[in-house]
């Protein structure tokens, strides 16, 4: 099993800045791909930023060029810098960890979800 904590959601107004954090704990070994999901009140969840183990990236349109998606694998912990925030970034915001290379085709944990609220 693998636990994974969020961190580092807020209140921010738009055009700044938060850092989330995601600290993976248990069988962090078996941990392949990483990635960051978001749901906002009525939708659907969504990708919002991936990472493979070896840090190939891949992000959704609406945050390139805003939000950069790291990795570190000494520290088990995952990130997501986000800059440029914008009213509709606003959303639940869940750390997810893969046992497959590509975590949009599997997601095995999930962590608690962290709220990111962008104020206009």
């Known amino acids: 099993q693998v636990q994974l904590v969020e961190s580092g959601g807020g209140l921010v107004q738009a055009g700044g800045s938060l850092r989330l954090s995601c600290a993976a704990s248990?069988?962090?070994?078996?941990?392949?791909?990483m990635g960051w999901y978001r749901q906002a009140p009525g939708k659907q969840r969504e990708l919002v930023a991936a990472?493979?183990?070896?840090?190939?990236?891949n992000y959704a349109d609406a945050v390139k060029g805003r939000f950069t998606i790291s990795r570190d694998n000494v520290k088990n912990t995952l990130y997501l810098q986000m800059n440029s925030l914008k009213p509709e970034d606003t959303a639940v915001y869940y750390c997810a960890a893969s046992h497959h290379p590509i975590v949009v085709v599997q997601q095995n944990y999930w962590g608690q979800g962290t709220q990111v609220t962008v104020s206009s």
């Open positions: 248990g069988s962090i070994f078996s941990i392949n791909a």
């Open positions: 990472i493979t183990r070896g840090g190939s990236t």
